[in-house]
């Protein structure tokens, strides 16, 4: 069965500096991966996917992710921040159409200005 | 396109009553529905798979019996609550899967409280 594994709990960055966020995951077939963006009392916002292809992945707000098979990883990078940034940050993956998201327990970025 | 909506967004209810979430795709089929529940400061947990006309996949741990989950139609699935007890306060976030199978769409989120 997959599992994502987020390992940071928080981050906090300087705003205008860069940030990556990290998401390994583990399955024992190609995945999908995803990443969500969830600010307070909301639901989640797709912020990029990779489901084939390049394995660099550009998204919105300038956010972009890598997808290295072999270190099982798939990090979320963006090069400058700003405040409006902060927020929690799921990675998420799938094996198949028919299975639902796994996700990480997420990542509390914060922005200070 | 590939709009979710939950209803209600907010509900407050006494112990012991039954609350009802709808989960509607706006704009395409959704085959396959998903309830995740979300703690504070945690991440989402899956409940439930449903898909159209079938009944419900619970994951392990999740009462059956207590969270009713109906996907009558391609375009609208109900998650309820019954007998709710304050421990059941929790945001529950559905999610659409349509003919693709690729990618999960989800709802803006139900903040349930029980008193």
């Known amino acids: 069965a997959q599992s994502v594994t987020q390992l940071d709990s928080q981050v906090p960055v300087f705003e205008e500096a860069p940030v990556e966020l990290r998401c390994n995951y583990s399955s024992s077939v190609s995945v999908y991966l995803f990443w969500y963006v969830q600010y307070p009392n909301q639901g989640l916002q797709l912020l990029l996917k990779y489901l084939s292809g390049s394995t660099l992945v550009k998204g919105i707000n300038g956010f972009e992710a890598e997808f290295n098979k072999s270190q099982t990883s798939f990090h979320l990078r963006k090069p400058s921040v700003h405040i409006s940034d902060t927020a929690e940050y799921f990675c998420a993956v799938s094996e198949s159409g028919n299975t639902p998201l796994v996700f990480g327990k997420g990542t509390r970025l914060s922005v200070i200005a | 396109g590939a709009v979710v909506s939950q209803h209600p967004s907010r509900v407050i209810c006494k112990s012991g009553t039954s609350v009802k979430i709808e989960c509607r795709s706006l704009d395409f089929q959704a085959t396959t529905m998903f309830w995740y529940r979300q703690f504070p400061k945690q991440s989402l947990m899956l409940m439930a798979t449903?898909?159209?006309?079938?009944?419900?996949?619970?994951e392990q741990g999740v009462e059956k019996d207590k969270f009713l989950i109906n996907h009558a139609s391609l375009t609208l699935s109900t998650l309820t609550v019954t007998s709710a007890h304050p421990e059941d306060s929790s945001f529950y976030i559905c999610?659409?899967?349509?003919?693709?199978?690729?990618?999960?769409?989800f709802g803006p989120g139900t903040r349930l409280t029980v008193l």
């Open positions: 999610s659409a899967r349509g003919t693709s199978g690729l990618e999960q769409f």
């Open positions: 449903s898909n159209e006309g079938s009944k419900a996949t619970y």
